[in-house]
C-alpha cells in the first residue's frame, strides 16, 4: 500500500492494512496446518473449529518465527567466535512481561527498575527480547563508545525510532538519520558555534521576572513550585531565541499548593493552550517506544500526538511564514541581514525555504531548549534545598566572583568553577535524558570484556543506553557514586575516574551527534541558578504543599538513591518531578 494512501487512514486501520499481506499469509498457513493435521488422524473440521483452531494457530506461527530468527542469529554469531547478549525474555508470550516491568518502572517505580536487577544477574550488556525482536541494553561505556563515536557509521536512530516519534518530531535533526541528519546538522551547527551576547541579555530578562515572580510568592509565606516556574523561564527564553518572539508563560498566574485554601482556581492564561500540547505531545510519544511500530494499535482512530502538534504548529507556523517573507523582502531590497540579532529561525530560512523542514527543526530545538535545560535547573535547586551546605559555598563563590547583584557573562561563567561542578553533578545523577536508543545498521560484534567472548548485534537491532544507570555504577565512579558530591569534579577522583574513560559521563551524548546546544544550556542554567543564589539565601523543600509530589512510599524501604529521594522522579522524554518541586525561599540581602 502506498505511503499516500496510509497518511490518509487513521493509524489502526493504517497499521493493520500496510501488514495484511504478511498477516493473509500467516493466517492461510494456520489454516493449511490445521487442514493437514485433520487429514492426518482422518478427522472432520468444521468451519467454525477451523477459525477457532487457526485463530490459536497464528500467534504460534509468530512465536515460531521469533524462535527461528533467534536461532538464526544464535548460529550466526557462533559462526563469528561470538555470543549473542544474555536473553532475559520473561515468561509471557512476545516478552509481554518485559514490557509490563518497564511499564510499571514508568508509572510507579524508580527509573531503571527492572533493568537493575536484569544487569545484576547478567551482566551490564543484556537482549530484552520483546515482541519478537531483540533489543539490546547496555550500560558498558566500551561499548555506548563504538556505538556514539568510533563505530558511529554503523549506527543511527533507526527506522522503528523515526516511526515512533515521527507525529513529534518529523525529520527534525533529532529523528532523522543519514543524509537529512547531516543536513539539519548543517544548518544549525553554525549558529550554536557563536558566543551571542544577545543569549545573556535574554536568559538575564527572563530571570528578572522569573525571580519578582518567586519574590511575591514567598512573601506571602506559601510555597512555589520551581519546576512549574523553570519550565516557565526556560519556555519564555526558548522561544525568544527561536522565533524573536516568546509565548510569556511567566506573565500567567503561578499555581498555588494543593494544600492551599485560596486561590487554587486560576485564570487562563494565552501561552497554556502552547505550552499544554507541547506537555502533552510528549507524554503521548513515550509510550509507544515500548510498542514499536504498533502503538498505532493503541491510538486506533487518532494519532494524539498529531492533535497536540497541531495545537503547537498554531503558534508556529505564522513565525515561519513570516521569517520567510521578511528573507523574502529583504532579498528584494538587497538588505544584507545582522547575524548578532538574528534568531535561530531567521538563520534556518537563511539555509532553506522548505517549510515542513524549517518547522521541524524549529520544533526539535524548541524541546531541548526547553525541556533539558528545565529538567536540570529543577534539579539543581532540589539538590541546593536538600543540600545546604552546597548552597552557603556556591553563594560564597557567585559573591566572591560577581557581588550580590553583579551578572553572569561568557568571561566569569567560565570563572565559577564550583557552579560548573554542581551542575555537572546534577547531571551525572539526574541526567536530563536518563534514556537514549540507537540502532543498529548492520551486523556488527563488539569486542568481548572482562575475558569474555565477543557479542554479536544483528542488523537493525535497537540498542538502549541509560545514562541514568551507568553514571551511578560505583565500579565506574567509586564507592561513593550515588552521594551528591559536586567536589568529585575538583579533587582527585576526576583523574582516577572520569579522566581515564569520559564516557562515563555522557549527559549531552558524545560523538558527531553530540548535543549542539550543550554551551547554550550550561550557560542558560548558570544564569538562572546564579541570580536565584543571589536573590534568595535559604531554599527549603516543602513537599507537604502537594502530596502527589511525594515519592512513594515503597521508595524509602527499597536500596540505592531511591531510598533518599525527597521527590518523585520520573521520565517521559525528559527527567521530571511528578508533581513539581514545592520549595520555600528565603530572600538575601542584596545590598
Not at 166 to 178: H, I, K, M, R
Not at 395 to 415: D, Y
Request: charged share 25%; proline share 5%; with cysteine.
Amino acid at each position: 500500500m502506498s505511503n499516500t494512501l496510509q497518511s490518509k487512514l487513521p493509524p489502526g486501520p493504517a497499521f493493520i492494512v500496510s501488514h495484511v499481506l504478511s498477516w493473509t499469509a500467516g493466517y492461510a498457513t494456520s489454516v493449511a496446518v490445521v487442514h493437514i493435521g485433520a487429514n492426518a488422524v482422518g478427522a472432520h473440521v468444521s468451519v467454525w473449529a477451523t477459525i477457532a483452531a487457526s485463530a490459536i494457530a497464528l500467534p504460534i506461527m509468530v512465536y515460531v518465527r521469533s524462535e527461528s530468527r533467534y536461532r538464526r542469529e544464535k548460529r550466526s554469531a557462533v559462526a563469528l567466535g561470538a555470543t549473542l547478549a544474555p536473553n532475559v525474555s520473561g515468561k509471557k508470550p512476545l516478552g509481554m512481561d518485559i514490557i509490563s516491568a518497564l511499564t510499571e518502572a514508568h508509572d510507579t517505580g524508580y527509573i531503571g527498575d527492572g533493568v537493575v536487577d536484569w544487569t545484576t544477574k547478567h551482566g551490564q550488556t543484556i537482549d530484552m527480547r520483546y515482541m519478537g525482536a531483540s533489543h539490546i541494553l547496555t550500560l558498558e561505556p566500551q561499548y555506548i563508545k563504538i556505538v556514539l563515536s568510533t563505530g558511529f557509521e554503523d549506527y543511527e536512530k533507526g527506522e522503528v525510532f523515526r516511526d515512533v516519534w515521527g507525529s513529534l518530531l518529523g525529520t527534525g535533526v533529532f529523528n532523522s538519520d543519514g543524509e537529512m541528519w547531516k543536513f539539519h546538522r548543517s544548518i544549525t551547527r553554525p549558529f550554536f558555534s557563536r558566543d551571542r551576547i544577545s543569549d545573556f541579555e535574554i536568559f538575564d530578562r527572563h530571570a528578572d521576572l522569573a525571580i519578582s515572580k518567586l519574590k511575591e510568592r514567598s512573601r506571602q509565606g506559601i510555597a512555589v513550585n520551581i519546576q512549574d516556574l523553570l519550565s516557565r523561564f526556560t519556555m519564555d527564553t526558548a522561544t525568544e531565541f527561536l522565533f524573536g518572539q516568546d509565548v510569556k508563560s511567566l506573565s500567567g498566574e503561578l499555581p498555588y499548593p494543593s494544600t492551599y485554601e485560596g486561590h487554587v482556581t486560576l485564570r487562563g492564561h494565552p501561552s497554556d493552550k502552547f505550552t499544554t500540547a507541547f506537555t502533552r505531545a510528549q507524554e503521548c510519544t513515550f509510550p509507544r517506544g515500548f510498542l514499536g511500530k504498533a502503538w498505532r494499535l493503541f491510538e486506533f482512530w487518532e494519532d494524539k500526538v498529531a492533535t497536540q502538534r497541531g495545537i503547537t504548529n498554531e503558534f508556529i507556523d505564522p513565525l515561519v511564514h513570516e521569517a520567510l517573507q521578511k528573507k523574502r523582502n529583504a532579498k528584494e531590497a538587497h538588505e544584507a541581514g545582522d547575524d548578532d540579532d538574528e534568531t535561530l529561525l531567521d538563520h534556518l530560512v537563511k539555509q532553506t525555504e522548505d517549510f515542513d523542514i524549517i518547522r521541524d527543526e524549529a520544533l526539535n530545538i524548541l524541546l531541548a531548549g526547553r525541556d533539558t535545560t528545565a529538567s536540570l535547573a529543577t534539579f539543581v535547586m532540589t539538590m541546593l534545598a536538600d543540600h545546604p551546605h552546597v548552597l552557603a559555598r556556591l553563594r560564597e563563590e557567585v559573591s566572591n566572583t560577581l557581588g550580590p547583584n553583579g551578572k553572569v557573562n561568557h568571561e566569569n561563567v567560565r570563572e565559577m568553577k564550583y557552579l560548573r561542578a554542581v551542575l555537572n553533578e546534577t547531571l551525572r545523577l539526574y541526567p536530563s535524558v536518563p534514556w537514549n536508543v540507537r540502532s543498529t545498521k548492520k551486523d556488527v560484534v563488539w569486542p568481548g570484556l572482562n575475558g569474555e567472548k565477543p557479542v554479536y548485534v544483528p542488523g537493525g537491532t535497537q540498542i538502549h543506553y541509560l545514562p541514568w544507570l551507568f553514571q551511578r555504577r560505583k565500579d565506574l565512579w567509586g564507592p561513593d557514586a550515588e552521594e551528591f558530591d559536586p567536589d568529585r569534579f575538583l579533587d582527585e577522583r576526576v583523574k582516577k575516574y572520569l579522566v581515564v574513560d569520559p564516557f562515563i559521563f555522557l549527559p549531552f551524548n558524545a560523538g558527531p551527534r553530540i548535543c549542539l546546544g550543550q554551551q547554550f544550556a550550561y550557560n542558560e542554567t548558570s544564569v538562572i541558578v546564579v541570580r536565584l543564589v543571589q536573590a534568595f539565601k535559604g531554599i527549603s523543600l516543602d513537599m507537604d504543599s502537594n502530596p502527589e509530589s511525594k515519592p512513594p512510599a515503597a521508595w524509602a524501604l527499597g536500596e540505592g538513591r531511591r531510598t533518599v529521594e525527597k521527590v518523585w522522579v520520573r521520565s517521559d522524554v525528559t527527567l521530571y518531578s511528578n508533581g513539581g518541586v514545592w520549595v520555600k525561599m528565603q530572600e538575601a540581602d542584596t545590598e
